[in-house]
């Protein structure tokens, strides 16, 4: 089982806390973030079929407790299978992090 499940061929925002990894939320002001899906759980970033990026399609909606969202159109979840994805953010400084890791399933009918 995945960790995320989508419905197939549906717009969808998924929203997101970073936090560290102590558990506390991480003011994440003036960071962008790069969200990517792709085939393979190794080489996520590499061969990523789907990227997206602040501000176009990751919207930054309470930086300093760490939310932004993440806008998946139909054509994004227009797949059916599962994927894997990984969210990362970088400060001012280029250093960047990784959010997470996680499997994502596109089903055409919801268990």
């Known amino acids: 089982m995945a960790d995320i499940t989508i419905l197939q061929g549906n717009d969808i925002t998924l929203t997101v806390t970073v936090k560290d990894s102590a558990g506390s939320v991480v003011n994440i002001t003036e960071n962008t973030a790069a969200f990517y899906i792709s085939t393979s759980p190794t080489k996520g970033v590499i061969d990523a079929i789907i990227t997206k990026t602040t501000p176009s399609e990751i919207t930054i909606t309470d930086a300093v407790n760490g939310v932004l969202t993440i806008d998946l159109s139909e054509a994004d979840t227009n797949r059916e299978g599962i994927f894997y994805s ?15 890791k996680k499997s994502i399933e596109f089903t055409a009918v919801m268990n």
């Open 86 to 100: 990984q969210l990362d953010i970088e400060d001012t400084s280029s250093n960047k992090s990784t959010v997470f």
